[in-house]
């Protein structure tokens, strides 16, 4: 038998461990199709393009049958959406690593005055949503109990033009008021409401691109002056026939505005799609358009989950 020496030995075994690595290193998580590293509601989107043969680049095909039954449709894309929300604890792939569960993080305590909300009123008609994700925070000991956020939103208003003060105007007020570290917002339902489109509307249409562009321009005077990160929620779908043309706006104003969110870096942006959340049940509102008590802490919640699995409240 021929001997093998220590040495050998010795690189045999760092191999093998090197091969372990980065076998660790990029296996990918189950539900993350477009490596990433976290699993959201892009990758949702991702799969139900899969699914009709429409070919996503950069596609993860081994990850995305998250309820393991052997084929990949828009089941898997409903399950990775309920598990961005936080309705769903786990996904379970072949032979994949689990999905991580989320749990929450950053400073011990915030500020309450230094987080900012502003919109207009799907937030400020009854407010039910800046208070419910203060409670949520608090529960969670991120926010004292004497403290509260600065809520800014105002029914009515607009990304660019209509009725004073516009929704850019509510974050310049803010930041007379004091620093503004963290942003929570909504925006363009009014532009959409209250602007004027052909029909069927395009990206074309001078309010929605008016709308973008005041949401890019916003989002760059919020990195001038120091924001850390923005959390951007967008509606969920209209209720009723009466809202028809609204819906049609929206569709083609929120891949725009979600450009805008996905593409800056500086504040870190984060983006919520709230048709997830709200679909199938319409109980979350009692005219169309906006949230019931139910619906607001629907909303609060799903907030609160993308809130959680980024980390929004640490100072990096």
Not at 41 to 66: C, E, G, H, K, R
Not at 74 to 80: G, K, M, Q, S
Not at 257 to 282: E, K
Request: aromatic share 8%; charged share 15%; net charge negative.
């Amino acid at each position: 038998m021929k001997k093998v020496n220590k040495k050998t030995k010795t690189e045999f075994l760092v191999f093998v461990l090197l091969l372990f690595c980065l076998g660790q290193t990029f296996a990918a998580s189950c539900g993350d199709v477009n490596s990433s590293d976290r699993i959201d509601i892009v990758d949702a989107l991702l799969i139900s393009q899969y699914y009709v043969n429409l070919n996503p680049a950069d596609f993860d095909s081994t990850v995305a049958d998250v309820n393991s039954d052997n084929a990949i449709n828009i089941i898997d894309a409903l399950l990775i959406a309920q598990f961005y929300v936080g309705l769903l604890g786990e996904l379970s792939c072949p032979n994949v690593t689990p999905a991580p569960t989320a749990t929450p993080a950053g400073p011990t305590t915030i500020n309450g005055s230094e987080v900012l909300v502003i919109g207009e009123s799907f937030i400020a008609m009854s407010h039910e949503i800046t208070r419910n994700l203060e409670q949520l925070a608090k529960n969670a000991g991120i926010l004292p109990s004497n403290q509260s956020f600065r809520d800014n939103s105002v029914s009515g208003t607009r990304l660019s033009g209509g009725i004073s003060p516009t929704i850019p105007q509510q974050y310049s007020n803010g930041r007379q008021q004091g620093p503004i570290k963290w942003v929570i917002m909504d925006g363009g339902g009014n532009d959409c409401l209250q602007g004027s489109c052909s029909n069927p509307p395009n990206s074309s249409c001078t309010d929605l691109q008016n709308a973008t562009n005041a949401a890019r321009n916003l989002l760059q005077q919020m990195a001038n002056d120091g924001v850390i990160k923005v959390l951007y929620f967008f509606y969920p779908e209209p209720l009723g026939g009466a809202f028809g043309d609204l819906k049609a706006k929206l569709d083609v104003l929120r891949p725009m505005i979600q450009n805008v969110v996905n593409s800056t870096s500086n504040p870190n942006c984060y983006w919520l799609d709230l048709r997830p959340v709200w679909n199938g049940h319409p109980e979350y509102t009692s005219d169309g358009i906006h949230p019931t008590s139910a619906g607001s802490q629907a909303t609060a919640n799903a907030i609160w989950q993308v809130i959680q699995n980024n980390n929004f409240f640490s100072t990096n």
